[in-house]
């Protein structure tokens, strides 16, 4: 039986100052701060193409404009999350750009609480290499500099580019999954939407979706899931009530003791696989750049399932508490696995739980 601890969450507080934030988005979405210091000042469209760059600035605004972080040379995920660099379908950001014929399939998710795109390919064109099942980025990382360090995701979803604050990617030698939370409410936060610590999960359950898409180009309109490792069990005074599952984890402190966190026992699906609808397809994704006969620096630009609601709660909304049957959006106008995404690539530090809230414990986990 699952270790759970019950979240009651009428309020959450953000670690991002309110006063900091753009005041058409919820506090705790838009990043504060600069850019890395390998980023240019903003998010840019026909940048020169640099297949040397070190820029860790990605771009997630549609199905053939959108990028990832993946190691600068040939290495494994898990020995270059530091450092790892943006590669671009488009020509953007001073980024690398990803050759034409690298994904074989790709589907691209708009919701009301984040913007989500999975695919799959020959991602070794991305100097990871064949066998290596990857690992888990986000702009947090073991030493909370961020994996990468000074990494940066922006998105024109919601009408412009933004820069947000908390983002996950899962990518290996021949898949990828990719969220950017681009909203919150007074129940899912931005930080619990991309919750990042479910590294040895995968894709499919840290993000789920339709993830039969190998061969298929899709861009649709989704659900929204409930952040990862929830569980709705009951609804008290109109507030969902959740059980959340925190992955086992043993590490050891300076002073050499052993630690261990986390349940003993792990489940084997998430709380719902979120639908999609009003889907679009393209025959593939191309720059139109051929990469064969483009020096390292150069002036180029190219061209451009089942639903279930467990619990008797409602799903998430972005009005409130969960009380709507479909959502709708009020406020920010967007280890190994053999799933490429189940890896258990960083070290998280001590877990720290706090207290009782109204006679339901609240959870502060993992970071």
Known sequence: MLSFAFIALAALVSTTPASAQNTNFPPGVLATGTQGITNPPQATMGT???????????????????????????????????????????????????????????????????????????????????????????????????????????????????????????????????????????????????????????????????????GTFETCEAEVAYPPGWYPTATVNGTPVFSTFAQRFTGTLAGGSVYTV?????????????????????????????????????GASGSSGATSNAGGTTKPTATGSGSASNPSSTSGSSSTNSNAAGMNAQIYPMVTLVSVLTGVAAVALFH
């Open 48 to 214: 020169p193409i640099n297949q040397t760059s070190m820029a860790r600035l990605l771009s997630v605004n549609s199905i053939d404009d959108f990028c990832l972080f993946a190691p600068p040379t040939l290495q494994d995920i898990a020995d270059s999350e530091t450092f790892e660099v943006a590669w671009c379908t488009q020509p953007r950001n001073n980024a690398r750009l990803i050759p034409d014929g690298t994904f074989t399939g790709v589907s691209f998710l708009k919701t009301d609480f984040y913007v989500q795109v999975m695919g799959y390919g020959d991602l070794t064109k991305l100097n990871i290499p064949a066998g290596d099942f990857g690992g888990e980025l986000d702009p947090h990382g073991a030493l909370g500099d961020g994996n990468p360090v000074g990494g940066n995701v922006t998105s024109n979803i919601t009408g412009s580019d933004q820069s947000f604050a908390e983002w996950m990617l899962y990518i290996g030698n021949n898949q990828f999954c990719l969220r950017v939370c681009t909203n919150a409410n007074s129940t899912y936060s931005a930080a619990f939407m991309c919750w990042h610590e479910l590294d040895e999960m995968g894709c499919s359950f840290v993000m789920p979706g339709n993830y039969n898409i190998n």
């Open 262 to 298: 986390g349940d003993l026992a792990t489940p084997t699906a998430p709380a719902m696989i979120p639908s999609s609808s009003a889907c679009t397809t393209t025959a593939t994704i191309s720059n139109g750049i051929n990469l064969a006969g483009t020096s390292p620096t150069s």
